[in-house]
């Protein structure tokens, strides 16, 4: 059962996928057996993603850069 649950059991690892509808029921039972755990962590507000933006000034160095090393493998190539 656990090979389902995780997604790395194959599909026709058994003849027991044949026996009807009752797989999710069964699962069920066996993934409330899991321990749950209380992680502080999750007990306050979630924290913003800080994510620094990119000024224009290195927008276009990173361009360049592209732009240069479009041309290197051109010239490799070529």
């Given at each position: 059962m656990?090979?389902?649950?995780?997604?790395?059991?194959?599909?026709?690892?058994?003849?027991?996928?044949?026996?009807?509808?009752?797989?999710?029921?069964t699962?069920?039972?066996?993934?409330?057996?899991?321990?749950?755990?209380?992680?502080?962590?999750?007990?306050?507000?979630?924290?913003?993603?800080?994510?620094?933006?990119r000024?224009?000034?290195?927008?276009?160095?990173?361009?360049?850069?592209?732009?240069?090393?479009?041309?290197?493998?051109?010239?490799?190539?070529?």
């Amino acid at each position: 059962m656990e090979g389902f649950i995780t997604g790395y059991r194959p599909k026709d690892a058994n003849s027991g996928n044949d026996y009807g509808d009752h797989w999710m029921l069964t699962m069920s039972k066996e993934i409330e057996k899991y321990p749950r755990y209380e992680l502080a962590a999750f007990d306050g507000p979630p924290i913003p993603h800080k994510r620094r933006r990119r000024t224009n000034f290195y927008v276009a160095v990173a361009k360049a850069a592209k732009e240069r090393r479009k041309a290197a493998r051109a010239k490799h190539g070529a």
